[in-house]
């Protein structure tokens, strides 16, 4: 940790560490971009993808990166920062590794809501992605209060929420069982959880709620950071904590749903991105700047890895992140128990 003082007087700590991986995070993920945009079925090298970018392609290239693969990565990258990002608010509020949105429910209530859309009303894709935002924030109302008893503590959280998931998990299921074959299909292949196919309709939108909750989500920060040791500690340093959680959650159901509307339920990146950025920053406190490019890197890593391993849009990158989640929540689970937390 590095103190830094202004001209003006004022001053701030800067933990060199953390900027360190959030820098390396950002080359790391920017990187990868490049190199993603130009594999596929028309392999495009890396220099001739950076000119293109920069306005000096053929016409040919430029229609391939501008119009079909851009959009399709720039989705990809804010979806996985949205995803870090919310899963690290939720690790933090509930004190919790295991307190992320693949654990508490929330990606099965935004697929509830897909489903819902597609098998009851078989509705277009703006349709099912609307579905699947209302259907997440729904979700994450009901867990807060289920969940809320003098405040929102830990292990209730979690427990609540997994309720919650199992009951809106068998609602899914209820709801493919009563879909015709061409429903079930389509449903199936959104809750995979997939990049193809994705343009600007899904970059706009996704890119604007960013811009908002991202600068909120980080200006609560150093109350998030007090909240971890208690609310009692909390009030006695003076941190409005029912508001704080109240946006915090709210911004976090949020852009857990909204990259699940624009991408599916991609599985394990909020769970595995904060813990991943918390063991490289070795830093306390929530790390939300880390893990919000933790998550834009490994989701756009595992996009690329599933077009390296199985060609261009033969694995849905959902299914990936599942492989590499469910080994990772496995690892998790042996180190808490171990440490004698669950």
Not at 44 to 71: C, H, K, M, S, Y
Not at 99 to 108: A, K, N, T, V, Y
């Amino acid at each position: 940790m590095k103190a830094i003082r202004t001209r003006g007087g004022l001053s701030f700590r800067l933990d060199v560490r953390t900027a360190v991986v959030v820098a390396v995070l950002i080359v790391a993920a920017l990187a990868a971009s490049v190199v993603l945009i130009g594999t596929g079925d028309f392999y495009i090298p890396t220099a001739d993808v950076i000119r293109t970018l920069l306005g000096n392609g053929d016409a040919g290239q430029e229609f391939i990166i501008n119009d079909l693969r851009l959009p399709r990565v720039l989705v990809g990258l804010l979806v996985g920062a949205a995803l870090g990002l919310g899963g690290a608010i939720f690790q933090s509020i509930s004190r919790n590794p295991l307190g992320s949105p693949d654990i508490l429910g929330l990606g099965q209530g935004s697929t509830a809501g897909a489903l819902i859309m597609i098998v009851l009303f078989q509705g277009t894709a703006v349709q099912v992605a609307g579905g699947a935002l209302v259907g997440g924030l729904v979700t994450g109302f009901a867990i807060y209060v289920l969940a809320w008893k003098r405040g929102v503590h830990g292990f209730r959280f979690v427990l609540v929420g997994i309720g919650v998931s199992a009951f809106v998990t068998a609602i899914n299921g209820y709801l493919l069982t009563k879909a015709d074959l061409v429903d079930a299909a389509r449903a199936v292949v959104w809750m995979t959880g997939s990049l193809n196919g994705r343009d600007w309709d899904q970059v706009w939108p996704l890119l604007v709620l960013c811009a908002i909750l991202v600068p909120l989500v980080m200006t609560y920060a150093r109350p998030l950071r007090m909240l971890e040791m208690g609310d009692d500690v909390g009030y006695a340093l003076g941190v409005p904590v029912e508001r704080t959680r109240i946006v915090l959650m709210g911004s976090a159901v949020l852009l857990t749903a909204a990259a699940t509307a624009a991408a599916g339920p991609v599985a394990f990146v909020a769970l595995t991105a904060p813990q991943l950025a918390k063991r490289l920053t070795r830093s306390p406190g929530p790390n939300l700047m880390p893990a919000m490019f933790m998550g834009a890197t490994l989701l756009i890593v595992a996009d690329w890895a599933s077009q390296r391993a199985f060609g261009a849009d033969q694995l849905p990158v959902g299914v990936v992140t599942g492989v590499l989640g469910g080994i990772y929540l496995l690892w998790l689970l042996v180190i808490e128990r171990k440490a004698g937390r669950i």
